[in-house]
């Protein structure tokens, strides 16, 4: 079993930046796709960003050209790097961890945009 700890959450002014991190109990990332999810109230989890083992990404329109998804397999980590926040962008995000046939989720932390 593999744990996921997210953090680096909080709340933030819109134009603002955070970064998120994602920390897990062993080394997976260098195998495994990272990605980051988030949901906000009353909607459904959406995908924000995926990084593949080969280092590969994959971002959702909405978040194009503000996030930054990264990693660093020797500290078994993978990073959000949000920047331009807006209020829209407040959800929990959720760090995953997914293989051939594992999927691991961490708790999740709050980011909040507001004024």
């Known amino acids: 079993q593999v744990q996921l700890v997210e953090s680096g959450g909080g709340l933030v002014q819109p134009g603002g930046s955070l970064r998120l991190s994602c920390a897990a109990s062993?080394?997976?990332?260098?195998?495994?796709?990272g990605g980051w999810y988030r949901q906000a109230a009353g909607k459904q989890r959406e995908l924000v960003a995926t990084?593949?083992?080969?280092?590969?990404?994959t971002y959702a329109d909405s978040v194009k050209g503000r996030f930054t998804i990264s990693k660093n397999n020797a500290q078994n980590t993978v990073y959000l790097q949000m920047n331009s926040l807006k209020p829209e962008d407040t959800a929990v995000y959720y760090c995953?961890?997914?293989?051939?046939?594992?999927?691991?989720w961490g708790q999740g932390t709050q980011v909040t945009v507001s004024s």
């Open positions: 990084i593949r083992s080969g280092g590969t990404t």
């Open positions: 062993r080394s997976i990332f260098n195998i495994y796709t």
């Open positions: 995953n961890g997914r293989g051939f046939v594992n999927d691991y």
